[in-house]
């Protein structure tokens, strides 16, 4: 994967055939080679490669999304509230963050929360 990471994909393509040739089950290697054209394309993801990757990408999955991707979407939910409360200061009991786990909705509003 380090080729294909760095941008080398007929690099790693090669080493995802040899890959194939020694363990013709190779589930990385079969799902990658479809992605590149090379082989047809499955009906779904494997779920152990999904899992992997999200695997991989959880240790900076919230610096990525603030950093990177510039993710506003708690701060619209914060914008939400006080639009809707129409200029009063808001307030609830509670409060439920159901986002993708950061906690980042709910920085936004705990001000507003008992």
Known sequence: ??????????VASSWFRRALALQPEHSDARY????????????RTPPEWVRRLFDEYAPRF????????NYQGPQA?????LA???GASPWFERALD?????????????????
């Open 1 to 10: 994967m380090g080729f294909w990471k760095q941008g080398q994909v007929e």
């Open 32 to 43: 990658m080679l479809a992605i590149v054209g090379e082989l047809p394309l499955p009906d």
């Open 62 to 69: 919230e610096q990525h999304l603030l950093e990177k991707l």
């Open 77 to 81: 939910v914060r914008q939400g509230i």
């Open 84 to 86: 809707a409360a129409g």
């Open 98 to 114: 159901l986002g993708c786990g950061t906690g980042l909705a709910g920085s936004q509003v705990r001000s507003y929360v008992g």
